[in-house]
């Protein structure tokens, strides 16, 4: 089994920033790509960024330029530096890893989730 274990997110200010981290662990052969989905209340789950193993990153329009991507190989953690945080991005991040497993097939795990609140 894999786990994937988020922390980071809380309250902040509009302007403020936050890191989240992601920590996948376990049965583990290679991880193919990790990001972050999030989630407004009465709004549909919505890409943020993501990077691949070879470290290519992609990113939401709404969060170019005021959102990093980075990863750890050798700790399977990846993280998502928020800046210059606005009211709308609001929401409950989800963190994914798309991972091979030692049998060689390839399976998405998710995160519990982590709440992102920003106030005016």
């Known amino acids: 089994q894999v786990q994937l274990v988020e922390s980071g997110g809380g309250l902040v200010q509009a302007g403020g920033s936050l890191r989240l981290s992601c920590a996948a662990s376990g049965n583990i052969f290679s991880i193919i790509s990790m990001g972050w989905f999030r989630q407004a209340p009465g709004k549909q789950r919505e890409l943020v960024a993501t990077?691949?193993?070879?470290?290519?990153?992609n990113y939401a329009d709404s969060v170019k330029g005021r959102v990093t991507i980075s990863k750890d190989n050798a700790k399977n953690t990846a993280y998502l530096q928020l800046n210059s945080l606005k009211p709308e991005d609001t929401a409950v991040y989800y963190c994914?890893?798309?991972?091979?497993?030692?049998?060689?097939?390839?399976?998405?795990?998710w995160g519990q989730g982590t709440q992102v609140t920003v106030s005016t």
């Open positions: 990077i691949s193993r070879a470290g290519f990153t």
């Open positions: 994914f890893a798309h991972v091979t497993l030692p049998a060689l097939s390839n399976v998405d795990y």
